[in-house]
């Protein structure tokens, strides 16, 4: 599965301490060039720095550059540079999914027909494939650390991974 990424569910992951399962999800990750200024550059020395970071080194995360700047700045009217140039780069590569976390960056993508998984969709498909065996720890250290979530959806998540 080819996969683009934002910076917030990287950083999300890695504050989970479960990054290095996502070679176990991903064939290849892509990150546009705002997200690896935002994460490795602005975010030296903060989680999600140094885990992208060594995936940049391993091969397994891809600095890709997007063609289409007239695009990002359109979609950049409406959310940050890194949610718009990963919409844009997922697009442009015909991406498997893009991992967003943001409400109306998930829906200008979805309305592109890109599929959109965020931090919650990670942590159900490392579920699914036995990587870990519990979806509840964390997602409430998620929340712990200012992941937001209503709890409607909290409930459905856990009933969705069978908690």
């Known amino acids: 599965m080819i996969v683009v990424s934002n910076a917030s569910p990287l950083i999300n992951i890695s504050r989970l301490k479960l990054f290095h399962y996502l070679p176990a999800l991903y064939e290849k990750l892509f990150i546009p060039e705002a997200v690896v200024k935002e994460v490795v550059e602005k975010g030296k020395g903060r989680t999600g720095a140094v885990e992208v970071l060594d995936g940049l080194k391993s091969g397994f995360i891809e600095k890709k550059r997007v ?38 960056a998930r829906t200008v993508a979805g309305s592109m027909k890109l599929h959109v998984i965020g ?8 579920k699914g494939r036995h990587i870990i065996s519990e979806v509840r720890p964390y997602l409430n250290k998620a ?7 209503s709890s409607n ?11």
Do not use: C, M, P
């Not at 929340?143 to 979530?149: C, E």
């Open 143 to 149: 929340v712990k650390h200012g992941f937001r979530i």
């Open 67 to 104: 063609d289409n700047a007239l695009a990002v700045s359109a979609l950049s009217e409406f959310f940050g540079s890194g949610e718009a140039e990963a919409i844009v780069l997922a697009s442009e590569i015909s991406a498997d999914a893009i991992l967003l976390d943001d409400n109306k």
């Open 153 to 163: 959806l909290y409930n459905k998540v856990l009933q969705k991974a069978d908690e």
């Open 119 to 126: 931090t919650i969709g990670i942590l159900l498909d490392l």
